[in-house]
T-cell receptor
């Protein structure tokens, strides 16, 4: 099992550019989520999904969009990148009687 | 969001020493989790606690769910170099997991 796979591992964007961070899981988990990790701030929830076709906002959703067209995939879109979105982004998933499984992160720099 | 206060923020210890860290909240939670993040990787679950007062061990790690349901602590005994990393507490409320700010652990050989 690959678990939770995130791509790309690293990305540099210019202010105003858009991009999509990819997340895929092969554990048939219904629940998927996106976090950002900043120094001294811990992990903050951006968006989450409890199943295909269902998404909801977390603590810090502004500037990010998500969709969940399949159980396996949960992409995170930045429509117009800002320097404040420089961070490490983690995707995580969980299912019944399962802990939250994290991917290895995408390190994003916005200049 | 739910504010989880983790302390200490960072620790520098000698190999072989015991480590203790804790996590407190002003709210009550029914699930407390402890995760470890190795450098360059995503967090991995260490211990899950589901009952107030519960004391659970996983090798050299021991965690307790506070009786008030507002706190939890994690102890690591006889630390080794591979214990280095960031330790996060987390709680579950509804469909959302909330994480503490983390305790960064450095083990000096």
């Amino acid at each position: 099992n690959a678990g939770v796979t995130q791509t790309p591992k690293f990305q540099v964007l210019k202010t105003g550019q858009s991009m999509t961070l990819q997340c895929a899981q092969d554990m048939n988990h219904e629940y998927m989520s996106w976090y950002r990790q900043d120094p001294g701030m811990g992990l903050r929830l951006i968006h989450y999904s409890v199943g295909a076709g269902i998404t909801d906002q977390g603590e810090v959703p502004n500037g990010y969009n998500v969709s969940r067209s399949t159980t396996e995939d949960f992409p995170l879109r930045l429509l117009s990148a800002a320097p404040s979105q420089t961070s490490v982004y983690f995707c995580a998933s969980t299912g019944a009687n399962s802990p939250l499984h994290f991917g290895n992160g995408t390190r994003l720099t916005v200049t | 969001g739910q504010q989880l206060n983790q302390s200490p923020q960072s620790m520098f210890i000698q190999e072989g020493e015991d480590v203790s860290m804790n996590c407190t909240s002003s709210s009550i939670f029914n699930t407390w989790l402890w995760y470890k993040q190795d450098p360059g990787e995503g967090p991995v679950l260490l211990i899950a606690l589901y009952k107030a007062g519960e004391l659970t061990s996983n090798g050299r790690l021991t965690a307790q769910f506070g009786i008030t349901r507002k706190d939890s602590f994690l102890n690591i005994s006889a630390s080794i170099p591979s214990d280095v990393g960031i330790y996060f507490c987390a709680v579950l409320r509804g469909n959302q997991f909330y994480f503490g700010t983390g305790t960064s652990l450095t083990v000096i050989p």
